[in-house]
């Protein structure tokens, strides 16, 4: 148990232009105890051979090619594994050269926990495939993942977006065999993933470091698959919202009336959940009603304390803050009379 065998696990498609970097990155790890397992997922470029001439390079790396689905190629990968320890990666991200001796350090130190993260640097690829700084949306982005480090934060945070960047988990082989690996739901098998552990009863952290370079291009997946469309998120955060025994007991109120929360709504009243009220800052909507549910002044939330559940469904710019602050005025507690959902 000095140095347990962790497999890295790579599926890949059409990745030519960043597949050898992404390599390079994992051959160069200071943990050196490793197995990697790179998966073709079905590449028409000259991916195939770039993964091949690495593995006659190192004899960590093995090689495989999945003609069916993306989920079937990702199941493959972890199955093929040789490890204790399963780290995923992106064939077009760099790992950072500490992460897997990092990650490797948390779970022995934690041995409660089943998986755990990196905080990330996120960047966007050009159409050359040239480095470009994060726009102000992906800077949020980052502060917000960066900041979801423990696991009683990320339990908390869970429906707001998935609160590990896949690319950076390091997840226990009896954890993922226990859950059945990836899905194939429709919406993204990683979320999924992640609240299904959570659902489980699983623990989840991070490493408190930067530890993966995390790039956004117009040919990643999560650009080009309909399962990675915001309206996915959103059915699969109310798909697991809908299973909380609270929930289910006892209904929700949603704080805010604008688009996130009004989908919420549908969402969780097609699925049989009471939603009780929305509560509203906005003087112009409170009185209104939204297909026969009151809009009332945000002032009443501590009248539904204990008799049901509060979403706050924002989007806006500083407004989770404000909602965090009316419902910690109130007495509720996050994680367990409200929720954030983005």
């Given at each position: 148990?000095?140095?347990?065998?962790?497999?890295?696990?790579?599926?890949?498609r059409n990745a030519?232009?960043?597949?050898?970097?992404?390599?390079?990155?994992?051959?160069?790890?200071?943990?050196?105890?490793?197995?990697?397992?790179?998966?073709?997922?079905?590449?028409?470029?000259?991916?195939?051979?770039?993964?091949?001439?690495?593995?006659?390079?190192?004899?960590?790396?093995?090689?495989?090619?999945?003609?069916?689905?993306?989920?079937?190629?990702?199941?493959?990968?972890?199955?093929?594994?040789?490890?204790?320890?399963?780290?995923?990666?992106?064939?077009?991200?760099?790992?950072?050269?500490?992460?897997?001796?990092?990650?490797?350090?948390?779970?022995?130190?934690?041995?409660?926990?089943?998986?755990?993260?990196?905080?990330?640097?996120?960047?966007?690829?050009?159409?050359?495939?040239?480095?470009?700084?994060?726009?102000?949306?992906y800077k949020r982005?980052?502060?917000?993942?960066?900041?979801?480090?423990?696991?009683?934060?990320?339990?908390?945070?869970?429906?707001?977006?998935?609160?590990?960047?896949?690319?950076?988990?390091?997840?226990?082989?009896?954890?993922?065999?226990?859950?059945?690996?990836?899905?194939?739901?429709?919406?993204?098998?990683?979320?999924?993933?992640?609240?299904?552990?959570?659902?489980?009863?699983?623990?989840?952290?991070?490493?408190?470091?930067?530890?993966?370079?995390?790039?956004?291009?117009?040919?990643?997946?999560?650009?080009?698959?309909?399962?990675?469309?915001?309206?996915?998120?959103?059915?699969?955060?109310?798909?697991?919202?809908?299973?909380?025994?609270?929930?289910?007991?006892?209904?929700?109120?949603?704080?805010?009336?604008?688009?996130?929360?009004?989908?919420?709504?549908?969402?969780?009243?097609?699925?049989?959940?009471?939603?009780?009220?929305?509560?509203?800052?906005?003087?112009?909507?409170?009185?209104?009603?939204?297909?026969?549910?009151?809009?009332?002044?945000?002032?009443?939330?501590?009248?539904?304390?204990?008799?049901?559940?509060?979403?706050?469904?924002?989007?806006?710019?500083?407004?989770?803050?404000?909602?965090?602050?009316?419902?910690?005025?109130?007495?509720?507690?996050?994680?367990?009379d409200f929720f954030?959902?983005?």
């Open positions: 148990m000095n140095s347990p065998l962790v497999s890295v696990v790579m599926p890949l030519q232009a960043t597949v050898e970097k992404a390599i390079a990155s994992l051959r160069q790890q200071s943990y050196e105890n490793l197995d990697i397992v790179l998966v073709d997922h079905a590449s028409k470029d000259n991916s195939p051979a770039l993964i091949k001439k690495a593995a006659s390079e190192d004899e960590r790396i093995r090689c495989f090619r999945q003609e069916g689905s993306f989920v079937e190629a990702a199941n493959l990968a972890w199955q093929a594994a040789k490890g204790e320890l399963i780290a995923r990666m992106d064939s077009d991200d760099i790992a950072h050269s500490t992460r897997i001796e990092n990650q490797v350090g948390l779970l022995k130190a934690q041995p409660q926990l089943s998986a755990c993260g990196t905080l990330v640097n996120i960047f966007k690829r050009g159409e050359n495939g040239q480095t470009i700084p994060a726009d102000d949306g982005y980052e502060a917000w993942i960066n900041s979801v480090v423990t696991h009683d934060q990320i339990l908390t945070e869970r429906f707001v977006d998935s609160p590990i960047p896949n690319p950076s988990a390091m997840i226990r082989r009896s954890v993922m065999e226990s859950l059945g690996g990836y899905q194939d739901p429709p919406w993204a098998e990683d979320y999924d993933f992640w609240l299904r552990m959570i659902e489980a009863g699983h623990q989840v952290a991070k490493v408190n470091q930067r530890l993966l370079d995390w790039y956004d291009g117009e040919t990643r997946a999560t650009r080009n698959l309909s399962r990675y469309d915001l309206s996915r998120f959103q059915a699969a955060k109310a798909h697991f919202l809908k299973r909380l025994p609270d929930i289910i007991q006892l209904g929700v109120i949603i704080c805010g009336a604008g688009p996130v929360g009004k989908e919420m709504c549908y969402l969780l009243r097609t699925a049989g959940i009471k939603v009780k009220a929305f509560l509203e800052v906005n003087e112009r909507q409170i009185g209104n009603q939204i297909d026969g549910i009151p809009i009332l002044d945000s002032g009443k939330l501590s009248q539904f304390f204990g008799r049901a559940v509060m979403l706050g469904a924002v989007g806006q710019k500083g407004a989770r803050e404000q909602i965090r602050t009316l419902a910690d005025d109130c007495g509720w507690l996050e994680g367990k954030c959902v983005a």
